[in-house]
DNA sequence: ATAAAATTGTGACAGTCAGTCATATGATAG
DNA sequence: CTATCATATGACTGACTGTCACAATTTTAT
């Protein structure tokens, strides 16, 4: 948890450990992150590093949040122009959020960041889900969904169908920032994979 | 890499080895593991260790080895008798690796393992299929799978769907073995997501 | 059988790290 | 002016990994 000595900080020098902890993630991967590193960068003693956090895991919430930030509007906005249809909308996050990937620094920063998540973290995706919560008309994305045109309809089915989606994506999202797989060829096999999840993959009889 | 000195130990001190490996990982998560630890209960010096191997990786692969070699019969006898049937072979995939649970020691090891394996590792899974490229008939595990009953038949939309359900299986099994959710339900929802993928999630109009 | 060479074993050591804690400094209020 | 509270500091502890010069052992050659 970040602590709230953190927030009462002067911007001046929150901005400097920000900036210091976003040069240590584009530089090495969370598991190799130094805080003597960021300590030294950010100028700041090693007591007040902790009087701030509790450990690593709030340097991953900061730049999570960052990126949040970044994104949350484009991604709000998807949802409402998508009509809810749950399909193209997860076509249109899988573009919003393969838009770091073009600054240089950012494309570093998530590549280290997504590198050491654990692989059943929750995410940015799921990180937007609970910012979402916070909205006053939504309470989850699936919500949004229009499950006129979706064969089943029920709660349970639909909570199914948006898992394989959202694991779907994050597969994707992390060929194209860690594996360093080329965007475009991902985003094909991507769209193709939503193609078979929509329309079925065994010929009608 | 696993070195050959490590081959070249007399069995009992391989097997002593091996056995404060698996006490190490069923008591700490991956990214606990202590060598220390390690040495002290194998009783073997440090300098050893790095005669033996080159890090924490090699013990990773040597318990992962370990499991596989355990189903690996049975994972080869799922993919002759389903005929080619890739959404059942899917299924006993599942009940394969989730037998695993059953034995409190091994559920452990897999709960460490897993929880800090990185989100794009290959992972148990991939490394089977590794195991089967060695076999002289297997190239990949697809290319068991009779594309007759499949509505898109060439290689990539093939690729593309043994990637969606290897994912849906992977998030399945780390629900079980991680997140700790009961693996009878686990195994329901699994099911109704192959079912989906199989039949398509739109209605056909 | 003996010497030489290759392999394996050893633990002290250097360098790094995270997290703690007694103490110092600064700000605010009575 | 002093008491209280919030923040800052860096030395310190204990733990960790990977290395290296040297010792012991086994293998090979003579």
Do not use: H, W
Request: proline share 0%; with cysteine.
């Amino acid at each position: 948890m970040i602590k709230k000595t953190f927030y009462n900080l002067p911007e001046e020098k929150r901005q400097r450990i920000i900036e210091a902890v976003m040069k240590e993630f584009s530089g090495s991967s969370a598991d190799k992150v130094s805080i003597n590193r960021i300590i030294k960068i950010a100028d700041i003693s090693r007591g007040s590093f902790y009087q701030y956090f509790d450990d690593k895991v709030d340097l991953v919430e900061i730049l999570i949040g960052t990126f949040a930030d970044m994104s949350i509007d484009r991604i709000y906005q998807a949802l409402q122009s998508s009509n809810g249809d749950i399909f193209y909308t997860y076509i249109r996050l899988f573009d919003i959020i393969t838009e770091f990937e073009k600054d240089e620094s950012q494309r570093l920063i998530l590549k280290n960041l997504l590198k050491n998540i654990k692989a059943n973290d929750s995410l940015i995706l799921d990180y937007l889900t609970n910012r979402f919560k916070g909205f006053e008309k939504l309470q989850k994305i699936e919500e949004y969904f229009n499950r006129d045109i979706l064969k089943y309809k029920d709660d349970y089915d639909v909570k199914c169908l948006t898992q394989i989606l959202t694991q779907i994506l994050k597969n994707s999202i992390f060929n194209v920032f860690v594996s360093g797989k080329d965007c475009g060829k991902v985003r094909e096999s991507y769209i193709r994979k939503i193609e078979i999840i929509k329309s079925g993959a065994i010929i009608k009889e």
